[in-house]
Nanobody, 119 residues
Framework: QVQLVESGGGLVQAGGSLRLSCAAS????????MAWFRQAPGKERELVAS????????YYAESVQGRFTVSRNNAKNTVSLQMNSLKPDDTAVYYC????????????WGQGTQVTVSS
C-alpha cells in the first residue's frame, strides 16, 4: 500500500512563507505526476500545482502563479511546495496527490495539512 504524508503546514501572517513537503512510503509505485490540491471551507477542492515526475513539467493555478513553486526530489521520493507572499485567500487544507501509471486521475492522496494565513 502506498502512503503519502504531508508536513509543513501552519499559521503564518500575510506576506509570509511556508514550505510543504510530501513523502511517499510503502510499496514502490510508478508515478506519472504529483500534485498539490487545496480545499477551503465551503469551497471545492482545487488543483494548485503539479509536476510530471519524469520530465519535470510544472503547472500552476493562475491564483498562485509567481508565488508558489513545486519541486521534486527523486532520490528522497518527495515533492515540495514553496509558498511565498501568502495571502489570506490561500488558507485551506493542502493535499498531496499522486497520479500512478495506469490510473486515469490522481488516485493516491495524503491526509492533508492545514495552512492558515492571517491578515
Amino acid at each position: 500500500q502506498v502512503q503519502l504524508v504531508e508536513s509543513g503546514g501552519g499559521l503564518v501572517q500575510a506576506g509570509g512563507s511556508l514550505r510543504l513537503s510530501c513523502a511517499a512510503s510503502g510499496r514502490p509505485f510508478s508515478r506519472v505526476a504529483m500534485a498539490w490540491f487545496r480545499q477551503a471551507p465551503g469551497k471545492e477542492r482545487e488543483l494548485v500545482a503539479s509536476i510530471r515526475w519524469s520530465v519535470g513539467t510544472k503547472y500552476y493555478a493562475e491564483s498562485v502563479q509567481g508565488r508558489f513553486t513545486v519541486s521534486r526530489n527523486n532520490a528522497k521520493n518527495t515533492v515540495s511546495l514553496q509558498m511565498n507572499s501568502l495571502k489570506p485567500d490561500d488558507t485551506a487544507v493542502y493535499y498531496c496527490a499522486a497520479e500512478t501509471v495506469g490510473a486515469s486521475a490522481y488516485s493516491v492522496w495524503g491526509q492533508g495539512t492545514q495552512v492558515t494565513v492571517s491578515s
